[in-house]
């Protein structure tokens, strides 16, 4: 099976601060990776190298075919192939939900607005908001506001998404919509790493949970490990001590 991103010994520091201190995991095609771990163990700053938010210090990362820490990286390219969505939804105000979504395929893709139109409404009806396309951000829920933010990654068509406590902002409910919209993403078979508090979440749907400790995977298998930790270190985090 071919890795749809790998990881090999990322460093990564700010300043003094080493921050990523030889990371390496891979995902395959299809799989869903959770990122779990203390509040500045790394888990944002691995995602963003991912998608070259942020440039690397040493080792490897190939994502979809892309050389991630090659100065000649296409980062056009790059992007057209990897999702990301956020804790905060980053919608524009002043567009209702058809047209945040229709905005990159017809910028960046060239599609014609019908096209456009068309893929806004298959991405919306996927994450059970079809009937909500001619509202304008402040007339949804946060859990909505979301939702819409993941269609308009969806409607790039990514082989790859990465998403960032995107649930972190939200009460259990809209956390519960979201998280279904990943569910089914995940059952669709689209590949994706996510950092999420929610254990449960990680549990259920990730193929590989990753947990990071102090810039390292400390400890890296499937959702039922953190049943049964192998580190004093996971065992602490998911509280139930060894
Ligand atoms: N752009 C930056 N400049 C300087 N330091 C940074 C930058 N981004 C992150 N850091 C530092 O890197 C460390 C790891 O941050 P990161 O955001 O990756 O942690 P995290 O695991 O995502 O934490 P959280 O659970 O709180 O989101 C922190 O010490 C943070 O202060
Ligand atoms: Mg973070």
């Not at 990897?82 to 209702?96: D, K, M």
């Amino acid at each position: 099976m071919s890795a749809v991103v790998k990881l090999s010994n990322v460093h990564k520091s700010f300043g003094t601060n080493k921050v990523l201190d030889g990371v390496s995991f891979e995902v395959g095609r299809g799989e869903v990776a959770a990122v779990i771990g203390q509040s500045g163990s790394g888990k944002s700053t691995a995602l963003r190298c991912i998608n070259a938010l942020e440039t690397i210090d040493g080792g490897t990362i190939d994502v979809c075919g892309h050389a991630v820490h090659d100065a000649k990286l296409d980062r056009r390219s790059l992007r057209r192939d990897v999702g990301i969505v956020f804790q905060s939804y980053n919608l524009f105000p002043h567009l209702t939900a058809e047209q945040n979504i229709m905005l990159a395929p017809t910028c960046v893709k060239n599609k014609s607005k019908a096209e456009a139109r068309d893929l806004a409404h298959d991405v919306l009806r996927r994450v059970g908001l079809a009937e909500k396309a001619d509202h304008f951000p402040e007339q949804l829920s946060g859990g909505q506001q979301q939702r819409v933010a993941i269609a308009r990654s969806l409607a790039m068509q990514p082989k790859l998404m990465l998403f960032d406590e995107v649930t972190s902002a939200l009460d259990p409910q809209l956390t519960g919509e979201v998280l279904k919209v990943m569910e089914d993403l995940a059952r669709g078979g689209m590949t994706m790493i996510l950092v999420t508090h929610e254990m449960a979440f990680a549990r259920k749907v990730a193929s590989q949970v990753v947990y990071m400790h102090k810039g390292k995977v400390w400890e890296t298998g499937p959702g039922a490990m953190l049943d049964k930790p192998n580190t004093a270190e996971l065992a602490d985090f998911v509280g139930s001590g060894l």
